[in-house]
């Protein structure tokens, strides 16, 4: 039978031992025959027995000591529950201690099997070690414990021994008592040092998700715009951060940190704003950032620190989709020059940045290339990629070609608290595994000692790091494994016979090459960084744009993403589309139809900046697509003149045109960068030449001389009839002197003789103003002349 694997290799037992198993075996006859006589008949058999030994549900919540010694006692507490829909009677929980497990492989073998089989299974041990369960009704649980001195377990000698935790009973429809459930477990046993212990390293992740928009407040600080307030959830105490500080500040592992982790709290503890719909709100979780990141320093003080690239960048998806798009491998780079000043100035503890972790562990020939690209020099493996052929475990470090180590971490202790660990049960059984486990590594060759590294999940949530402290405690007494750093497990002596060659790309994980970015992300990201160059070169103050959104490109390949399509696409259209409304706050006011009236004139053509930093190292040029009718600058069809524009300010620039012929002219305004790139859209606005000719002056210059003739004789005919009403006044006057005559009246002047005010430069903003409005100007407007 497949179960009778699971006992291969035990050790020679002592003739009590053996005497019980060998009532266990004689138990097996009746199955024994069953097989003899006809595979139909043992089908039937072994299924009802299946089916009947899953009728309760038996859990183990609780083992003490997780690895005991030869003094202690074994104490074990679970729930059993009826699943069935008849009462279960006569009930009894059974303790049942198998062989010894003499190989890793035969130790996961047991850890599948799930029923209960006469004739392989061994039976109880003494019966005064047993729990009565009162009848259990359908659907319904009651506690047990079970304790046992450990001398009265009967184990043999060193090794990993599989226990049995059964609940057997009767019901109606089954009048005979059996086994009705059952649950497996493992105990470690090694109650004396190990001559050669297996030095162990525990990477410990301090990683989170994605928090920080790109967004900043408009104010001298930047303030920071979070997403939302989930990160303070998990700052918050009981939550995972929290949890992962406060648990592994008490255990011997090696911290592996996110630095964008550290940056996006340290933005927390001064002001910063939260999205809430199309606005943001004030956070309130300064204190909370503080007291985290304090604690961080306190946990990680004197330990071996490994700082990642910011953001955790996906090494795979740079490796298989990144490099087909140009660029994209600078960002690495980056993000690995940064990751140690960011640990250094915010935790003051400088870490490792040689180490590289792809995803779970999976690497070949191109993430390797990639992974070392930006200076790393070790990469950590898993040993479910870099596979060995061996019968024992070799030591995690080999080399692998080009001065890089793989540090190859050990798969089934990587993975052992992958599941679902709020339950107490499931924590339990993975601890135990996990002991088991490391016993076996140990026990395989004790002569000689080996360094393995256990590599876990890179997010654990609170209830599988404390399942985790619960098995590195179990450990404390260094009976057989001792704990040791990564950074010395790197340097550890690789063994000769250990898998150098690193996998090809068609070995690659297909469920991790589903997850990956796809090639259209690095385009999204090719686009965002080259928006950023060419709006940087204009800035004063680069500082304050060139790092918020180059931290948020790294952001864009987080291994955060995996999995999840959407929500990637949504935080690369962010950026971009935040970087844009950016450069888009330097602009030409749109201008609309302008009249030219003589033959030369000004066309003023204004820069507006809204951004709080001056702009610099732009040209602004201003073309017309007809210079034989409207020239610029000395006769040239195109004129151009430097731009610099204060924050918060606009700036009008004056081109000096020449008019040659009458008729509309299209003129086209346009913002460069000193390096010739075309900046922001281009401005549009015609020119309407009204060019006054000397004939057209002569005609006017006659008309002013007729309508000054014409004055003139309206004036002395006017003058002619006042003197002949004075000499008929002179004639009636009973006395007149030449002194009493008044003199002529004062004329009043003629038509058009009023002086017209200077027009100046009426229109014409200012060569350096205030904010303006930002409209086109109106229709009709004038240039100056």
Request: net charge negative; with cysteine; charged share 20%.
């Amino acid at each position: 039978m497949a179960e009778a694997a699971d006992f291969q290799g035990m050790n020679p037992s002592p003739a009590r031992r053996w005497l019980r198993r060998t009532a266990a075996l004689i138990a097996g006859v009746p199955l024994a025959a069953g097989l003899v006589c006809g595979p139909t008949a043992s089908s039937a058999h072994a299924s009802g027995e299946a089916n009947v030994s899953r009728t309760v549900d038996v859990s183990l919540n609780a083992l003490t000591p997780l690895a005991p010694g030869e003094s202690d006692t074994l104490t074990i507490s679970g729930t059993v529950y009826n699943k069935g829909g008849q009462t279960v009677t006569n009930a009894q929980v059974d303790l049942r201690v198998g062989p010894t497990l003499s190989s890793r492989s035969s130790i996961d073998s047991a850890a599948e099997r799930t029923g209960f089989a006469y004739g392989v299974d061994p039976s109880p041990i003494d019966d005064k070690y047993t729990a009565e369960i009162p009848p259990l009704g359908s659907h319904i649980s009651r506690e047990f414990t079970l304790s046992v001195p450990v001398s009265e377990l009967e184990l043999d000698g060193d090794g990993v021994y599989q226990l049995g935790v059964s609940l057997s009973g009767q019901t109606t429809s089954e009048p005979v008592k059996q086994v009705l459930g059952i649950e497996r477990t493992f105990l470690p046993w090694q109650p004396e040092a190990t001559e050669k212990k297996t030095q162990l390293t525990y990477l410990w992740p301090l990683i989170s998700s994605v928090h920080l928009t790109s967004e900043t407040g408009s104010d001298e600080q930047q303030t920071p715009v979070f997403e939302d307030e989930t990160l303070a959830a998990e700052l918050s105490p009981g939550g995972r951060l929290e949890q992962l500080v406060s648990i592994g500040s008490e255990l011997p592992v090696t911290w592996v940190i996110d630095p964008d982790l550290l940056a996006t709290v340290d933005a927390m503890t001064g002001n910063y704003r939260v999205k809430n719909g199309t606005t943001t709100v004030a956070g309130k979780n300064q204190a909370l950032a503080k007291r985290w990141l304090s604690s961080v320093e306190a946990a990680v003080k004197g330990r071996k620190v490994v700082a990642l690239p910011f953001a955790d960048p996906d090494l795979a998806s740079l490796a298989h989709r990144g490099k087909k798009v140009s660029g994209s491998l600078s960002h690495l780079q980056s993000a690995t020059a940064v990751a140690e000043t960011t640990v250094e100035t915010i935790i003051h503890v400088k870490p490792s940045i040689d180490f590289a972790w792809p995803v779970d562990g999976a690497i070949d020939s191109s993430i390797v290339d990639v992974a070392t690209s930006a200076g790393a020099h070790k990469v950590i493996a898993r040993s479910d990629s870099l596979r060995d052929d061996l019968s024992y475990t070799p030591n995690s470090a080999r080399p692998i070609g080009g001065g890089t180590t793989a540090v190859v971490a050990d798969a089934r202790l990587s993975t052992a608290f992958q599941g679902d660990m709020i339950h107490t049960g499931d924590s339990t059984l993975a601890v135990q595994e996990f002991l088991a486990q490391t016993l076996a590594v140990t026990l395989q060759n004790p002569g000689k000692q080996r360094s393995i590294v256990v590599a876990p999940q890179r997010m654990p949530t609170a209830s599988q790091a404390q399942s985790m402290a619960r098995a590195l405690h179990a450990l404390d007494a260094q009976r057989w494994t001792q704990p040791l750093d990564l950074i010395a497990a790197a340097d550890a002596k690789p063994d000769a016979k250990a898998t150098t060659k690193v996998p090809s790309s068609s070995r690659y994980p297909d469920e991790l090459s589903k997850q990956e970015l796809p090639v259209q992300a690095f385009h999204d990201i090719r686009a965002t960084q080259n928006t950023l160059d060419n709006f940087k070169v204009i800035l004063t103050a680069q500082d304050r744009v060139v790092t918020p959104f180059g931290r948020s490109i790294d952001r864009e390949m987080s291994t955060f993403w995996r999995g999840n399509p959407v929500g990637a696409q949504q935080y690369r259209d962010g950026v971009r589309f935040y970087l844009q409304s950016l450069t888009e706050e330097v602009r030409l006011i749109e201008k609309s139809q302008v009249t030219l009236s003589g033959r030369s004139a000004t066309i003023p053509v204004t820069v507006q900046n809204k951004l709080l930093q001056g702009i610099d190292n732009l040209v602004l040029r201003l073309s017309s697509d007809n210079s034989t009718r409207l020239s610029l600058d000395d006769d040239k069809g195109v004129a151009e003149q430097p731009i610099k524009v204060d924050g918060g300010h606009s700036q009008s620039v004056k081109f000096a045109t020449s008019a040659n012929a009458n008729g509309p002219v299209l003129m086209r305004a346009q913002l460069y960068t000193e390096d010739g790139k075309p900046y922001g859209a281009e401005m549009q606005f015609t020119v309407k030449v009204s060019e006054i000719t000397p004939t057209v002056m002569l005609v006017i210059a006659g008309g002013v001389l007729l309508l000054v003739l014409a004055g003139v004789r309206m004036y002395s005919q006017r003058k002619r009839a006042a003197a002949r009403q004075q000499d008929g006044s002179d004639a009636l006057a009973s006395s007149a002197g030449s002194d009493g005559c008044e003199g002529p009246e004062d004329s009043e002047p003629a038509e058009g003789d009023i002086d017209s005010p200077d027009p100046g430069h009426p229109g014409d903003p200012a060569p350096d103003t205030g904010p303006e409005n930002g409209k086109a100007s109106g229709t009709g407007e004038k240039v100056d002349r």
